[in-house]
């Protein structure tokens, strides 16, 4: 069964290989040549043979009409010098047998022939004799011919074509004898033309010989000839291929300064251009890549169809999707928006509009600002469209925090101002006639206005420290002292609220250059949170070590209430509170650990924040050791 498959394989390959030679240009050619020499040989062969046939079949009558005319003036002189004048019996068989006799002897030597029959005929149609020994009995019998007849009429052209009952094909010829008026008889020949058709024949055999031989060296010469066309042209086609893959390390060999040659030429002029065009568009190619890649904005690019067919990196990050997915995706199915809308963004003026993606609950929703631009094509007008995002979700928080904190600090200071206005308008309208209630009422005023100037000095600390006007003057500072004096400065507030607290400094810890005043601020601001959202029988640890070389790391921990997680992210900011309403009545302004953190910030360290709700919460800030100091 493998044997027969094997065999049936290599059956199926030897019709492919032959399906591809005829096929081709090089046995199209050798048919072509073979075809014109074989008509060539045709047309000069039909030629040749009817002339040649023609020549053969008039030389052959010819020569029997000569023999014809030749024997008729000899047996016209027998027939005249022996004719009797008187018309008795006796003497004209006696002279009669004598003429014939002679006449006889004349035919056998002179024009006997195996392929012809001669008769004598006389004036009466009778024979008189016959060149064939086997036809002697037609001698004295009286002929019908009709060439015989017109002969003896006087008629000289006499002839006739025919095939005999044995398929031979004969001439027949009759002349009269007499050359004036008077006819004494006929000479009737009948001739084979078999030996002129058998030269024919033998020609024809010689031709289609010759013709054949011709055919096979034109056909032999037709490989080598075409071979010359194709080669170059097979050269041509396997650098083609090359190139079509992306091979141009190869050209085409020059055989000749013929056509094909040039030919050869331009193509490797043409393959060294489409060399360095493929190089060129690979360049701007990886250019527009790079610049795609390395955008700060996200961009997507459709077809007339509004498929995606290119999405960079930065609007996969964006949108938090895959391009293998995305491409061939509609883009506005994408952009979450209907393709109505699209259009008409396209079509207008103000072709950019706001989108927010909410990519997970727990995130912050992501605002991004997409232009829509069509794509335009010279002769076919818009063939796509080009959508360039632009995550504002940073200008967003920006323009929210400043209205948050306008709307704060306006509510801020209208509290406290509204609070004082109640006291002074109930001061002014009696209450200052009872002195217990008035000063009551002056007592709150008072604490309003500390707050608000609390709150004035804080917002501009942080103005300062925003713009970098804040001095920061640094003195070395034992990190251990510094952590023990704010422990006794809460002492009194830790005892009110039975909470504990303990100092962990790490044993060994190096001093470090900061501003004291400063940190001792961003201390007592994270101590003083501590303290407020710990309950009592609360726990307070306030720790420091040097994790780094370079490095120092401090962290206040309590065991409070917590913060919930969503609000971790914000808590920073300023004037956020947890809760509101606890924390100003706790008399916080809400910017505390903002000015921590800018705090921090202007000495080189950063701030972070755990929390678990319920748990507890821990606040780590760190501030680097000057260079000096931590290669000491």
Do not use: W
């Not at 055999?205 to 013709?211: E, P, Q, V």
């Not at 003026?349 to 609950?361: G, I, K, S, W, Y």
């Amino acid at each position: 069964m493998a044997a027969e498959v094997k065999q049936m394989s290599g059956a199926a390959a030897a019709d492919g290989k032959s399906n591809r030679f005829f096929h081709s240009i090089q046995a199209k050619l050798i048919i072509i040549y073979v075809l014109l020499i074989m008509i060539a040989m045709q047309l000069i062969g039909v030629y040749f043979i009817q002339t040649l046939e023609g020549s053969l079949k008039k030389d052959f009558i010819d020569n029997r009409n000569y023999q014809a005319r030749l024997l008729a003036q000899y047996a016209e002189d027998y027939f005249r010098d022996n004719q009797l004048q008187d018309a008795g019996k006796g003497g004209t068989e006696r002279l009669t047998k004598r003429t014939l006799g002679d006449v006889n002897q004349m035919v056998n030597s002179l024009f006997a022939s195996g392929q012809a029959e001669i008769q004598l005929i006389d004036a009466n149609g009778l024979v008189l004799t016959s060149s064939l020994d086997s036809n002697q009995s037609v001698v004295g019998s009286k002929t019908t011919q009709t060439e015989v007849t017109r002969a003896l009429q006087g008629i000289k052209d006499n002839q006739r074509m025919f095939v005999d009952l044995d398929g031979s094909r004969k001439l027949i010829i009759a002349k009269p004898i007499g050359s004036g008026i008077k006819v004494y008889g006929a000479v009737y020949i009948i001739a084979s033309m078999e030996e002129v058709y058998n030269t024919m024949n033998r020609i024809n055999r010689f031709f289609i010989s010759g013709t054949l031989i011709a055919l096979g060296l034109t056909a032999v010469l037709g490989v080598f000839l075409s071979s010359t066309i194709t080669n170059p042209v097979k050269a041509l086609t396997k650098q083609a291929t090359a190139v079509a893959e992306g091979r141009f390390d190869e050209k085409v060999q020059i055989m000749g300064q013929d056509e094909l040659g040039q030919l050869g030429q331009t193509f490797n002029f043409m393959m060294e251009r489409l060399q360095e065009a493929l190089t060129l568009h690979e360049e701007e190619k990886e250019k527009l890549a790079s610049i795609l890649s390395n955008m700060n904005d996200g961009l997507i690019a459709s077809d007339d169809q509004g498929r995606i067919i290119v999405i960079n990196r930065r609007a996969k990050q964006l949108l938090k999707v895959n391009e293998d997915t995305t491409l061939g995706m509609p883009i506005s199915e994408l952009l979450g928006v209907t393709p109505s809308v699209v259009r008409k963004l396209e079509a207008s003026e103000d072709n950019a509009t706001m989108l927010q993606f909410v990519h997970d609950e727990e995130d912050d929703p992501l605002f991004v600002r997409v232009t829509f631009t069509t794509i335009h094509s010279k002769g076919r007008g818009a063939v796509g469209t080009i959508a360039v995002l632009q995550d504002v979700t940073g200008q967003e928080k920006l323009e929210q925090s400043r209205r948050e904190f306008v709307a704060n600090v306006s509510h801020e200071l209208r509290t406290p101002l509204t609070t004082i206005k109640s006291y002074l308008e109930a001061l002014e309208d009696g209450a200052l006639e009872e002195p217990q209630l008035a000063g009551k009422f002056v007592n709150v005023a008072h604490n309003e206005t500390e707050r608000m100037i609390r709150l004035v000095n804080d917002l501009l600390q942080l103005s300062r420290l925003d713009s970098r006007q804040a001095l920061i003057a640094k003195e070395r500072t034992d990190v251990a002292e510094m952590l023990e004096e704010v422990a006794d400065r809460f002492s009194f507030q830790l005892e009110q609220r039975d909470i504990e607290i303990e100092v962990a400094v790490e044993r060994g810890l190096k001093p470090i250059l900061l501003d004291r005043d400063r940190i001792d601020q961003v201390l007592d601001n994270l101590v003083s949170n501590a303290i407020k959202y710990t309950p009592e029988q609360g726990r307070i640890r306030i720790a420091a070590c040097c994790p780094e070389p370079a490095r120092l790391e401090v962290s206040v921990q309590d065991n409070g209430i917590g913060i919930p997680r969503k609000d971790q992210a914000r808590i920073f900011e300023r004037f956020y509170r947890v809760d509101k309403a606890r924390s100003r009545s706790m008399g916080g302004t809400g910017l505390g650990l903002s000015i921590a953190r800018e705090i921090v910030k202007a000495h080189g360290g950063t701030i972070q924040l755990e929390s678990e709700l319920g748990q507890g919460t821990k606040v780590t800030f760190t501030l680097p050791y000057p260079q000096e100091e931590a290669v000491g």
